[in-house]
């Protein structure tokens, strides 16, 4: 069984220490919904972020 992932959006924005609270109620709320999020930090620009909108 193969596991796709898609990366439907991606946007930088400015880094904020509670990010990652928001993208944990994302992904627990809208699991069921085929749908993950992601949060990186930006190699460029260590104020910024990478946000992510997956489809599983």
Same mark, same amino acid.
């Given at each position: 069984?193969?596991?796709?992932?898609?990366?439907?959006?991606?946007?930088?924005?400015?880094?904020?220490? #509670?990010?990652? =609270?928001i993208?944990?109620?994302?992904? +627990? @709320?809208?699991?069921?919904?085929?749908?993950?999020?992601?949060?990186?930090?930006?190699?460029? #620009?260590?104020? =910024?972020?990478?946000?992510?909108?997956? +489809? @599983?």
């Open positions: 069984m193969e596991s796709k992932i898609e990366v439907i959006s991606t946007v930088k924005i400015q880094l904020s220490p #509670d990010l990652y =609270k993208v944990d109620a994302l992904n +627990r @709320t809208l699991k069921e919904r085929d749908l993950m999020f992601g949060l990186a930090l930006d190699k460029e #620009d260590e104020n =910024k972020a990478i946000f992510s909108i997956y +489809r @599983t």
